[in-house]
């Protein structure tokens, strides 16, 4: 029987990452694998997971690699004792495949893990859910601008931010570091997977653009998002007779446009409502009152149901690779606008919403009204068409399973 080792910080399925880890493990257990995820201890938050699991560290490691990371800049270079621990179970389970998705979350070594990887002779799938294996610090740079990933970090303008450091700047070693301990691996056993063309292009500039590359876009749950019916939905949130422009988001930043809400709430008309989902107390404080902010919807059905009844989906985000958010949108038969900003134009057809410029609200309020004037039911079935062709996960994960043996056929040919 086939063995899957998935890496990644998170296993709870309240978070983007984890819930596609859990689920491409359930699909290869399906087609006869055995599926195990390793993840770093006490970041579970889960009752049950139908595959094995492998628990990084514990909290100590955690709590040194996080003192690590915020006085020296040394993300990924602490938890050495765990790593090697996690090396000998990998030694002892002997998997056919690795895959990762990230080693950012303070308890993995990134040089003893990948010391380990590059002569272990087992196929890698290393999912790129953002842009931190090959910068010198940061997760995402487009909001800040900075291109120094391209030729080698320093003096890093987002040292405070994930992974913050308050003291040191080691961006430029840290670009070193990974630069040497990724590109150890051989090309022929590396196959880096992109979830959007817009990070596969940037990645043709890294250090890693020597390797394989297989884009596969992530996937939703189209039985979950779905449409319903928006009326009733309108009444139990008192909005009848408004017209409802929905934002979701799990962090409310300005990277995420929540300024560009706020900006944008004063130009509305009184039949216009914005929804924000995610808002927490003290942003609440912030917005206008035609501004409803909602701090979590109870579950994902009523989240789903927000979604069906809004006119339009708005994500004026500043930095993006491939936002789940807008597929949701759409399965439920909403169209998105959104700003013209990494992976999040990739769902964007005619048919599904509009791109406009980065920071033009203008664009963005005639693009809501003209999506108001041609009504709901222009969009919400060709949305939800796309939505069924594109976005299904059980056949986004199916390329990951296909993936697996090509590589798994092709290292035993060799």
Known sequence: MKRLLQINPVLRVNTSTGRIMQEIGELAMQNGWESYIAYSYGRDGIKECKSRLLPVGNRWSVLKHGVATRLFDRHGLASGTATRKFI???????????????????????RLLFAYL?????????????????????YSYSYAGCQKWQSGCRYCPQKREFPASL??????????????????????LLTIVPVSQWIREEMAHSFLHDYEYHIIHNGINTETFKLFNAEEIKLRYQLQGKH??????????????????????????????????????????????????????GNIEQLAQLYSAADVFVNPTWQDNYPTVNMEAIACGTPVVTYRTGGSIETITPSTGMVVEQGDLNGVLEAVRTIESRGKGYYAQPCRNYALAHFRKEERYADYLALYDQLIQRTNTR
């Not at 040191?168 to 070193?176: I, V």
């Not at 509305?268 to 927490?280: C, P, Q, S, T, Y």
Request: hydrophobic letters at 40%; a neutral charge.
């Open 244 to 297: 409802i422009i929905l934002g979701v988001a799990s962090i409310w930043s300005k990277e995420k446009g929540l300024e560009d809400f706020i900006r944008l709430a004063a130009m509305l008309r009184e039949d216009e409502v914005i929804v924000l989902v995610g808002v927490k107390p003290k942003e609440q404080r912030l917005l206008p009152k035609n501004i409803i902010g909602i701090a979590r919807t």
């Open 88 to 110: 000998r179970q990998m030694e002892e389970l002997q998997p056919d495949i690795i895959h990762i998705h990230n080693i950012h979350g303070y308890f993995l070594n990134y």
């Open 118 to 138: 590059s002569q272990c002779h087992i196929p890698i799938v290393w999912t790129v859910h953002d842009c931190w294996l090959y910068t010198g610090h940061c």
């Open 167 to 188: 003291w040191l700047d080691r961006s430029q070693q840290n670009y070193a570091d990974k630069k040497e301990a990724f590109t150890s691996v051989p090309r022929d």
